[in-house]
Nanobody, 130 residues
Framework: QVQLGESGGGLVQAGGSLRLSCAAS????????MAWFRQAPGKEREFVAV????????YYADSMKGRFTISRDNAKNTVYLQMNRLIPEDTAVYYC???????????????????????WGQGTQVTVSS
């Protein structure tokens, strides 16, 4: 089992950058597929990006491509989300999540659904001002 804790959120002006971190407990982290989701007020939780256990398999939601970068450091049990060129629409609580399924592709689709993941952090607030 893995426990997750996000950090790095905050208030930033439009056009700015933030780097979110997700620290994981448990030796199994290095074998887990990890992802970021976000949830804005009054909206459903939304997929952001996913990375496989080795870091060489990555997939982004279309609206994040070119602006966000997901990465991981298995030696530090940490996954990151670098967010650049932030816009007010990026304002949300950002959640780190993981699954023991080792691939980002399930065979028929990418793992972009909430139900694909078993472990969730508490979230970190990101607010982008205009």
């Amino acid at each position: 089992q893995v426990q997750l804790g996000e950090s790095g959120g905050g208030l930033v002006q439009a056009g700015g950058s933030l780097r979110l971190s997700c620290a994981a407990s448990g030796r199994a982290f290095s074998t887990y597929t990890m992802a970021w989701f976000r949830q804005a007020p009054g909206k459903e939780r939304e997929f952001v990006a996913v990375i496989n256990w080795s870091g060489d398999g990555i997939y982004y939601a279309d609206s994040m491509k070119g602006r966000f970068t997901i990465s991981r450091d298995n030696a530090k049990n940490t996954v990151y989300l670098q967010m650049n060129r932030l816009i007010p629409e990026d304002t949300a609580v950002y959640y780190c999540t993981g699954t023991s399924f080792p691939y980002i592709y399930t065979g028929t689709r990418y793992a972009t659904r909430v139900e694909d993941y078993a472990y969730w952090g508490q979230g970190t607030q990101v607010t982008v001002s205009s």
